[in-house]
């Protein structure tokens, strides 16, 4: 392996042989550099969208002073989508949480995404509600689903956010689960009496 190393008096590169056993070693350290290159990249841009939007809050803070009793740094600030990013984990365990919650009738996609919001305090426009329902809550809908953890109740909604999910135990397999689901929708159920009526005085 060969590296080039510049000789600052001259510009001139010299070409120098590393040693074998230091192949590995400078390989490391070549891959941290590149690393702490990209870190200290990512580093100005950030500081760029803060001062940014920094700039646009005090913009918004002088225009609020001039209105009485409002104090602009009592306002409590909006998380956004802290607790979203890297936070697949979390994304996933609050579905199940919530498709178990919703019991033998289900949840709505459409429903699921709005309590996964008030859960992760997302404030979010119509237009990226529906891009975070397409890129992050459909795509672990589909793993779950997959992974046999839930199941689609609708074989062909009218929409993909009007497909209900729920929990696999809370099919409709037996009469108590039946039972369960009509009475989780308020409809009213009476047990019959299968009995004969030479059973019913054979009892008497």
């Known amino acids: 392996m060969l590296y080039a190393d510049m000789v600052a008096s ?19 350290r070549a891959r941290a550099d590149g690393q702490v290159q990209r870190l200290e990249a990512a580093i100005e841009d950030i500081r760029a969208e803060q001062a940014r939007v920094l ?7 002088a225009l609020i002073i001039n209105f009485r009793g409002l104090n602009p740094n009592d306002i409590i600030a909006i998380r956004g989508w802290l607790g979203v990013r890297g936070g697949r984990g979390r994304l996933v365990a609050a579905i199940n949480e919530l498709i178990r ?10 429903d699921l995404t709005n309590q996964l919001m008030d ?14 329902r397409a890129n992050n809550v459909r795509p672990r809908l589909a ?18 956010a009007n497909q209900r999910w ?5 099919s409709i397999g037996c009469l108590a689960n039946l039972t369960d689901s009509a009475l989780a929708l308020g409809v009213q159920v009476e047990v019959a009496d299968d009995r004969t009526p030479d059973d019913t005085h054979s009892h008497a």
Request: hydrophobic share 35%; net charge positive; with cysteine.
């Open 10 to 28: 001259t510009s001139n590169f010299q070409i120098r042989r590393i040693p074998t056993y230091l192949k590995h070693l400078v390989e490391q």
């Open 55 to 61: 700039a646009h809050r005090d913009a918004c803070d």
């Open 101 to 110: 919650r919703a019991g033998p009738t289900g949840i709505s996609t459409g």
């Open 119 to 132: 859960c992760f305090d997302l404030d979010l426009t119509p237009a990226e509600r529906a891009k975070w």
């Open 143 to 160: 793993e779950l689903k997959r992974r046999g953890d839930i199941e689609a109740m609708v074989l062909n909604p009218v929409s993909t």
């Open 166 to 170: 729920r929990m696999p135990e809370h």
